[in-house]
């Protein structure tokens, strides 16, 4: 077992390493100026956009609509207009509101070309609805190939339902790791020692300091999906969609399918956030919070968030909150390669799209062309931003266009680095690839169909109670066993006995 995932990781770092390659081969060509398209899909595609009758693609993803909005979306719509004839309808739902405007979206069948979708945000459950496309034969097609020429082998493969994908991953970091992103300049400023963080534990007497010297700020941000019990703090492989109860842990190497109420750490962070929370130190509105964590860290009176990291996470979140040279990271877990970063990251063609085709070239350019990419990601040259080679400095207005989005569209290796980032940003990604324990499950992604109706069920149970139980809000040794009860109830039983019988075949057949 041991020597099997040695060598998957060499072979993961590889292709990684090759994608690198790829990706920067496919960048060249665009440094001379806007419009210039990298990975060689300029010809084809502006030669097929003169053939394509006007289309409208509509796409929805979790984010604050900016101030610029319109004005990048004329550039944006100019530029599509050229490339695949298209304009598009960007419709950004507030992250605290995105899972129940997505699913009412989807259950009413509302036209939609491209959905943001990720294994921890309904991916399995929403393609047993029938809301995605299979994109098998897309991906064959002239309109994906520069995804599949570019994107990582491992992604594709590890994102696969039932052998099916229905999403395509953003080209970004192949491992994952827990932490913390705080505000080093308060830290420097009231002498605070932050070496020695390694658990959560570690945080109380930080937090305390900071509620005792700065009364206004909130010492830790939490928020429902960024809490201690999150899948990437917790390291819970949820083999596929983290709706659906049934783990394994990504960092150990034990392959029975459990709830997470019978590892010791789930009950042992939620006490945890219970206690920060009845000591003041976590908001008081973190259940029903709709910020997201980066607008809540741009609001200045935020000192710390729990993140899922990167290497140069913090100098990238502190870019787009007009904090630079004001944030550090740390590292709280051990790297993992699981499921959950092959599928952390997606965008779904629709099963109500009108022009599946068109919404892959779409999809495609954000993969293959810099240009395109780094004007949806970060706006307007001259405007937004100003450029030297590959880096990139802020102008005045950055904020008013500032999606803090890059990691969820296309081809991270094709982003322009800030001049507050490490030039070497994407030599850093590979290496932090290199070494990261794999989870047993990696590649494996539970199919819900055969238990959809109990998923449903455990899905609404779990809505109830999550985030109130995961931010400390409720009394776990109260709530705790209800939530149990309830889950039970759903039919977690079938749930846990069918996703250890697809993970038992998968692991006999690999």
Same mark, same amino acid.
């Given at each position: 077992?041991?020597?099997?995932?040695?060598?998957?990781?060499?072979?993961?770092?590889?292709?990684?390493?090759?994608?690198?390659?790829?990706?920067?081969?496919?960048?060249?060509?665009?440094?001379?100026?806007?419009?210039s398209?990298?990975?060689?899909?300029e010809?084809?595609?502006?030669?097929?956009?003169?053939?394509?009758?006007?289309?409208?693609?509509?796409?929805?993803?979790?984010?604050?609509?900016?101030?610029?909005?319109?004005?990048?979306?004329?550039?944006?719509?100019?530029?599509?207009?050229?490339?695949?004839?298209? /304009?598009?309808?960007?419709?950004? &739902?507030?992250?605290?509101?995105?899972?129940?405007?997505?699913?009412?979206?989807?259950?009413?069948?509302?036209?939609?070309?491209?959905?943001? /979708?990720?294994?921890?945000?309904?991916?399995?459950?929403?393609?047993?609805?029938?809301?995605?496309?299979?994109?098998?034969?897309?991906?064959?097609?002239?309109?994906?190939?520069? &995804?599949?020429?570019?994107?990582?082998?491992?992604?594709?493969?590890?994102?696969?339902?039932?052998?099916?994908?229905?999403?395509?991953?953003?080209?970004?970091?192949?491992?994952?790791?827990?932490?913390?992103?705080?505000?080093?300049?308060?830290?420097?400023?009231?002498?605070?020692?932050?070496?020695?963080?390694?658990?959560?534990a570690?945080?109380?007497p &930080?937090?305390?300091?900071?509620?005792e010297a700065?009364p206004?700020?909130?010492?830790?941000?939490?928020?429902?999906?960024?809490?201690?019990?999150?899948?990437?703090?917790?390291?819970y492989?949820?083999?596929?969609?983290?709706? &659906?109860?049934?783990?394994?842990?990504?960092?150990?190497?034990?392959?029975?399918?459990?709830?997470?109420?019978?590892?010791?750490?789930y009950?042992?962070?939620?006490?945890?956030?219970?206690?920060?929370?009845?000591?003041?130190?976590?908001?008081?509105?973190?259940?029903?919070? /709709? +910020?997201?964590?980066?607008?809540?860290?741009?609001?200045?009176?935020?000192?710390?968030?729990?993140?899922?990291?990167?290497?140069g996470?913090?100098?990238?979140?502190?870019?787009?909150?007009? +904090?630079?040279?004001?944030?550090?990271?740390?590292?709280?877990?051990d790297?993992?390669?699981?499921?959950?970063?092959?599928?952390?990251?997606? +965008?779904?063609?629709?099963?109500?799209?009108?022009?599946?085709?068109?919404?892959?070239?779409?999809?495609?350019?954000?993969?293959t062309?810099?240009?395109?990419?780094?004007?949806?990601?970060?706006?307007?040259e001259?405007?937004?931003?100003?450029?030297?080679?590959?880096?990139?400095?802020?102008?005045?207005?950055?904020?008013?266009?500032?999606?803090?989005?890059?990691?969820?569209?296309?081809?991270?290796?094709?982003?322009?680095?800030?001049?507050?980032?490490?030039?070497?940003?994407?030599?850093?990604?590979?290496?932090?690839?290199?070494?990261?324990?794999v989870?047993?499950?990696?590649?494996?992604?539970?199919?819900?169909?055969?238990?959809?109706t109990?998923?449903?069920?455990?899905?609404?149970?779990?809505?109830?109670?999550?985030?109130?139980?995961?931010?400390?809000?409720?009394?776990?040794?109260?709530?705790?066993?209800?939530?149990?009860?309830? +889950?039970?109830?759903?039919?977690?039983?079938?749930?846990?006995?069918?996703?250890?019988?697809?993970?038992?075949?998968?692991?006999?057949?690999?």
């Amino acid at each position: 077992m041991k020597t099997s995932k040695k060598s998957m990781i060499l072979m993961l770092a590889l292709v990684f390493a090759m994608s690198l390659v790829l990706a920067a081969c496919g960048g060249s060509n665009s440094n001379s100026g806007t419009g210039s398209t990298g990975g060689g899909s300029e010809s084809s595609e502006g030669a097929a956009g003169s053939d394509l009758a006007p289309y409208e693609l509509k796409m929805t993803y979790p984010g604050v609509k900016q101030k610029d909005h319109d004005k990048v979306m004329a550039e944006i719509n100019k530029y599509l207009k050229e490339k695949i004839n298209a /304009t598009l309808d960007l419709q950004p &739902i507030e992250w605290g509101q995105w899972d129940q405007k997505v699913n009412l979206m989807i259950a009413s069948r509302e036209p939609m070309d491209i959905y943001f /979708t990720a294994q921890w945000s309904g991916y399995a459950v929403n393609v047993s609805k029938g809301a995605f496309l299979d994109l098998a034969e897309l991906l064959e097609t002239e309109a994906g190939q520069g &995804i599949v020429e570019i994107l990582d082998p491992a992604y594709l493969e590890g994102s696969k339902i039932n052998g099916k994908n229905y999403g395509v991953p953003t080209n970004k970091e192949i491992a994952g790791q827990g932490g913390i992103i705080y505000r080093s300049d308060i830290a420097e400023e009231l002498g605070l020692d932050m070496s020695n963080i390694q658990t959560p534990a570690d945080l109380k007497p &930080i937090l305390q300091a900071v509620k005792e010297a700065k009364p206004e700020m909130i010492p830790l941000f939490m928020r429902d999906g960024e809490t201690f019990n999150v899948h990437y703090f917790a390291q819970y492989d949820f083999l596929g969609d983290a709706n &659906i109860p049934g783990v394994v842990l990504k960092d150990l190497d034990d392959t029975v399918v459990k709830p997470r109420f019978e590892f010791d750490r789930y009950k042992e962070n939620l006490d945890i956030a219970r206690d920060f929370f009845l000591a003041g130190l976590i908001n008081q509105d973190a259940t029903t919070t /709709t +910020l997201s964590t980066q607008d809540a860290m741009q609001a200045g009176n935020v000192f710390m968030t729990i993140q899922p990291l990167k290497p140069g996470k913090a100098e990238e979140m502190a870019a787009v909150t007009n +904090l630079s040279g004001k944030l550090a990271q740390i590292p709280m877990t051990d790297r993992t390669i699981a499921t959950s970063e092959t599928a952390g990251s997606m +965008l779904a063609i629709s099963s109500t799209s009108e022009d599946p085709e068109r919404a892959m070239m779409f999809i495609n350019l954000l993969h293959t062309d810099q240009y395109f990419n780094n004007l949806f990601n970060f706006g307007i040259e001259g405007d937004h931003f100003t450029r030297d080679g590959e880096i990139i400095t802020p102008t005045e207005n950055q904020t008013a266009y500032s999606p803090g989005g890059a990691w969820m569209f296309g081809n991270q290796f094709l982003n322009y680095v800030w001049d507050s980032e490490d030039p070497q940003k994407w030599e850093q990604f590979k290496e932090f690839n290199e070494g990261a324990k794999v989870s047993p499950g990696l590649g494996f992604t539970f199919d819900a169909e055969p238990v959809k109706t109990q998923v449903a069920a455990a899905v609404n149970v779990r809505k109830e109670y999550d985030a109130a139980l995961d931010t400390g809000a409720v009394d776990p040794d109260e709530v705790l066993p209800k939530y149990i009860e309830k +889950l039970k109830a759903a039919g977690l039983d079938d749930i846990i006995a069918e996703k250890q019988r697809q993970f038992d075949e998968f692991l006999a057949n690999k």
